[in-house]
């Protein structure tokens, strides 16, 4: 059983209160939750990284309960998800790839009735380095509204044989949203598409 010692948990939490035309009934809320860990497989090769997504999951539920506290802690306002990973430059993208399982279900159990995939980026970076953490509908992957990103960085990591595995969560689609296609009202979310 490997380890994923954490080293540091860093939240971020937006409100949209206006984007260039008449202010929306309600803001839209975006919110972030990353760590920091130590990554057990940096500077080598592991053929079988698999199992060490069960390793994962506290982290998961853990992070997933300080997104949906920052969003007021009401379940059924938050339609909108997505993951990542940023892998030191000691790891491989396989390693950010682990949080597939542990991120992704964590999200999706708590949330109850989500169908749709969780939208996920990884990246090998450095100090500093950024990620941009898609978002998109928790129940239908087809509503246009809800096509965006965070953006994540932290000055303190990841140092080279760490992760930064980040969980993001949103109310609202996008501020002024008027691309067309599904609806949030047209959602059946039966199939995680539609």
Known sequence: MPEFPIRKIALLNEESLHDGGPAPEQPRRRAAAWAIVQNPFAGGYSAELQSAMDDLKPLGRLLTERLIAMLGGDTALIDGYGKGAIVGTAGELEHGALWHVPGGYAMRER???????????????????????????????????????????????????????????????????????????????????R
């Open 111 to 193: 949330l109850g009735a989500s169908k749709a995939i969780v939208p996920s980026a990884m990246k090998l970076g450095a100090f500093s380095a950024s990620l941009d953490v898609p978002l998109g509908h928790a129940n239908a992957a087809y509503v246009r509204s809800h096509f965006d990103a965070i953006t994540v960085a932290d000055p303190q990591g990841p140092r080279p044989d760490e992760i930064l595995f980040v969980l993001a969560m949103s109310i609202g689609g996008r501020v002024h949203s008027r691309m067309g296609g599904l609806e949030v009202w047209q959602v059946k979310g039966e199939d995680g598409l």
